[in-house]
């Protein structure tokens, strides 16, 4: 089970390269296929594009706590240093917008605050990632 614990052993210091990312926003309810799974999301929502042309849902609390807006279309990740840890099992992240599916080595999962995760695939983490310093 996944809990702000389990960074404990094995976890690191991680943020976002700050590359410019793009991104729409949502002018109807809908559900999204993300990889980790389907996500429901709301009118307002920003629709990302990820690196690898995969798409999943931000709320605009949330986007702009963790984007700068550029102003385009494209929104640059702010510097927030966050704890990241490979999956050492299969299992189900509980999010607010929904349930994300893990697999073991094949994700990380991403403590973004106290009781608040992500899933990132292992190559798209390398792609969009930076570790800090090793050890938490």
Known sequence: MINDNWFQQGGFETYKHPTPISYETATDNGIIDT?????????????????KGERYPVSPIKFNAYY????????TPKKIIKVAKLADHDGVVQASWGNLEYT?????????GPGDYG?????????????????K
């Not at 073991?104 to 973004?112: F, T």
């Not at 990132?120 to 050890?135: C, L, P, R, W």
């Open 35 to 51: 990889l980790e799974g389907p996500v429901a999301y709301t009118v307002g929502f920003k629709i990302i594009t990820g690196p």
């Open 68 to 75: 700068d807006e550029n102003g385009d279309g494209t929104a």
């Open 104 to 112: 073991k080595g094949n994700d990380y999962i991403v403590k973004h």
């Open 119 to 135: 899933v990132v695939k292992t190559d798209i983490f390398a792609k969009t990632y930076n570790k800090s310093k090793e050890g």
